[in-house]
């Protein structure tokens, strides 16, 4: 059922279009929950995660309020921000579950 959107928005455009705007959000996470995770060592979780939290309202919000025939770009880098926010609020989470 939470796919039922993408799958429309597949249709329309395209399968591997879809995949290359969706695919830089995992990348970026690929990337920055390592640095994330380094980082917790020397800053508190709390500054990363609520860092990753203002990222988590802006990147939403952006990508909320773009407009309707925006381009595949647009979505991706506003993804990709996600991506960062991800791997920011994640890490230092896991690290203070674990402890």
């Not at 060592?41 to 990222?55: E, F, I, R």
């Not at 979505?75 to 996600?82: E, F, K, T």
Request: charged fraction near 10%.
């Amino acid at each position: 059922m939470a796919l039922l959107p993408l799958s429309a928005f597949g249709e329309r455009i395209g399968l591997r279009r879809v995949s290359a705007t969706l695919t830089p959000q995992s990348l970026t996470t690929l990337f920055v929950a390592p640095l994330a995770s380094s980082l917790s060592d020397g800053y508190p979780a709390c500054l990363l995660g609520g860092t990753g939290m203002a990222l988590a309202l802006s990147d939403r919000l952006a990508i909320a309020l773009l407009p309707a025939h925006s381009a595949h770009l647009d979505i991706a880098w506003l993804l990709s921000l996600g991506g960062v926010r991800f791997g920011l609020l994640m890490s230092p989470n896991a690290r203070l579950i674990v402890g």
